[in-house]
C-alpha cells in the first residue's frame, strides 16, 4: 500500500557531505512522521532523525550538530543531509514513515530498502 525509495547513498571521504532522499508513494495513506535509522554490521538498527507531519524533529545524540532532516510534505519526501562524516557513519540507512490508512485509526510503519553509505579515505 505504501512504498519507500531511498536514494542518494555513496562513498565519500570523511569530513565530506551526502545527502540521502526518501520519496513514499501509493493509495489511501498519510504520513504522521518520517525518519532515517541505520544499521551497521553487526549492530542494532538505531534511530538517526526523525521528523513528525508538523515540523518537530529529534536526533541521535551522535549527529545533532551535523546532520539535519527535512520535508517536502506536497511530495511525501524527507531528507537526510550529512555533513561532516565520521567512519563510525558507515552503515545502511534506511527510510521509515509512520503512516495512517484511510479508514483505520491503527498507525502502520513501512521501511525503504536501504542506502549504503561508506566513509572512507
Known amino acids: 500500500q505504501v512504498q519507500l525509495v531511498e536514494s542518494g547513498g555513496g562513498l565519500v571521504q570523511p569530513g565530506g557531505s551526502l545527502r540521502l532522499s526518501c520519496v513514499a508513494s501509493?493509495?489511501?495513506?498519510?504520513?504522521?512522521?518520517m525518519g532515517w535509522y541505520r544499521q551497521a554490521p553487526g549492530k542494532q538498527r538505531e534511530l538517526v532523525a526523525r521528523?513528525?507531519?508538523?515540523?518537530?524533529?529529534n536526533y541521535a545524540d551522535s549527529v545533532k550538530g551535523r546532520f539535519i532532516i527535512s520535508r517536502d510534505s506536497h511530495k511525501n519526501t524527507v531528507y537526510l543531509q550529512m555533513n561532516s562524516l565520521k567512519p563510525e557513519d558507515t552503515a545502511v540507512y534506511y527510510c521509515?514513515?509512520?503512516?495512517?490508512?484511510?479508514?483505520?485509526?491503527?498507525?502502520?510503519?513501512?521501511w525503504g530498502q536501504g542506502t549504503q553509505v561508506t566513509v572512507s579515505s
Open positions: 501509493g493509495n489511501r495513506f498519510s504520513i504522521n512522521a
Open positions: 521528523i513528525t507531519s508538523g515540523g518537530n524533529t
Open positions: 521509515n514513515a509512520e503512516v495512517l490508512r484511510y479508514s483505520d485509526p491503527r498507525e502502520y510503519a513501512y
